[in-house]
T-cell receptor
């Protein structure tokens, strides 16, 4: 079946640095990529939706200048957490979707010191 | 406001029994509803999808019901096993955007 990968699977960074997380659909072309964030013992919260070649649509309360999303191709989307702070520490998960299929990535654990 | 709520407490059951998880929603008109399993430190794994015009769906030991009048879905695992222990999430989607919104999740623990 289709596979979605995320890289890195985990990252630890210092406060104030930027971190880029990649999401790749390995054997299908994802017209839409969704990014979620999950804090410990909580559910997945949708952050933004991006369609290939266009700007991402952010959910209410998510800062678009802090969480930069790029969806330059049908197989790759990136989420960059700019000037990360400890409160950004979370589990970030992407979801790649076509019209009638969708698959989640394995997630990236971000820890900001 | 829109809400998707699942069993608020963790669910503990004995091996071999049927686990029943609930998902209630308000102020949504979903085109379909999905159930996922999530293990610690992992992404969600798709289990079942049920559309708004379907009442029930089955897959092996899993059964999902969908009542759009009650705005509720029930997820059943029959003959439960310790390996079924995980967090189970329901998610709603509108047909137009394919955007999935998740419920709060229920932690299921199956005791041997």
């Amino acid at each position: 079946g289709a596979v979605v990968s995320q890289h890195p699977s985990w990252v630890i960074c210092k406060s104030g640095t930027s971190v880029k997380i990649e999401c790749r659909s390995l054997d299908f072309q994802a017209t839409t990529m969704f990014w979620y964030r999950q804090f410990p013992k909580q559910s997945l919260m949708l952050m933004a939706t991006s369609n290939e070649g266009s700007k991402a649509t952010y959910e209410q309360g998510v800062e678009k200048d802090k969480f930069l999303i790029n969806h330059a191709s049908l197989t790759l989307s990136t989420l960059t957490v700019t000037s990360a702070h400890p409160e950004d520490s979370s589990f970030y998960i992407c979801r790649a979707a076509t019209y009638n299929e969708q698959f989640f990535g394995p997630g990236t654990r971000l820890t900001v010191l | 406001s829109q809400k998707i709520e699942q069993n608020s407490e963790a669910l503990n059951i004995q091996e071999g029994k049927t686990a029943t998880l609930t998902c209630n929603y308000t102020n949504y008109s979903p085109a379909y509803l999905q159930w996922y399993r999530q293990d610690p430190g992992r992404g969600p794994v798709f289990l079942l999808l049920i559309r708004e015009n379907e009442k029930e769906k089955r897959k092996e030991r899993l059964k999902v019901t969908f009542d759009t009048t009650l705005k509720q879905s029930l997820f059943h695992i029959t003959a439960s096993q310790p390996a079924d222990s995980a967090t189970y999430l329901c998610a709603l989607a509108s047909g137009a955007t394919n955007k999935l919104i998740f419920g709060t999740g229920t932690l299921l623990a199956v005791q041997p």
